[in-house]
């Protein structure tokens, strides 16, 4: 996600030509839609600013409203997570592109109320919200593990329950410990995530 920030001038311009002469978006890879419409969707701060966990209120706030698109808009949500600078959701939706435009209305709102709130007119707040489809049955479960592990590999808690603004506790209480543990096992998380990049599962 954050390959470009880290190119130099030339590595810029050589990886914008081949966009352009592969027709392909300039900045970022086209949206495409999974055939079983099951997607992990990732948003950031920019920067990876600490911005949504100003305090646990804006934390709660954002939780809230994003699972509202969600629910109004996704046909199953199977995994989310929220943390200070970024989120990931799991979700099956046949509505993809109508999504991202919610996700895209709800990031300009957040922007322009936290922006007013810390006196910060002009600042930009999200990067982008990018979805991966799911590939098979193991890509899916290491991806829920990896959303609801998302908090303790950061360092904010110790448990995934622990977490509240995820969806964590409540899978381990719908699952059970035995069963998530089985998953655990299974289905482990590994690298996932490394640099913002999935593995090939």
């Not at 839609?33 to 804006?58: F, V």
């Not at 809230?64 to 995994?79: F, K």
Request: glycine share 6%; hydrophobic share 35%; aromatic share 14%.
């Amino acid at each position: 996600m954050y390959l470009w920030r880290k190119l130099n001038e030339k590595q810029r311009e050589e990886l914008l030509e081949f966009r352009r002469f592969n027709n392909r978006p300039w900045h970022s890879p086209k949206h495409r839609e999974s055939q079983n419409g099951c997607y992990l969707l990732t948003a950031a701060c920019y920067e990876h600013r600490h911005t949504i966990g100003l305090n646990p209120k804006r934390l709660a706030n954002f939780s809230g409203r994003l699972l509202e698109v969600l629910e109004a808009h996704c046909e199953e949500i199977y995994a989310w997570c929220i943390l200070p600078n970024h989120y990931h959701a799991l979700v099956l939706t046949r509505k993809l592109t109508e999504l991202l435009q919610i996700i895209g209305r709800l990031h300009g709102l957040t922007s322009f109320e936290w922006n007013g709130e810390e006196n910060e007119r002009g600042r930009k707040v999200w990067f982008n919200c990018a979805e991966t489809g799911m590939k098979s049955d193991r890509h899916f479960w290491a991806t829920l593990n990896y959303v609801h592990h998302n908090p303790v590999h950061h360092g904010y808690v110790q448990q995934w329950q622990d977490w509240p603004f995820s969806s964590g506790a409540a899978f381990l209480k719908r699952t059970g410990r035995e069963q998530a543990a089985k998953l655990w096992k299974e289905y482990p998380v590994l690298e996932y995530g490394k640099d913002w990049d999935a593995p090939n599962l």
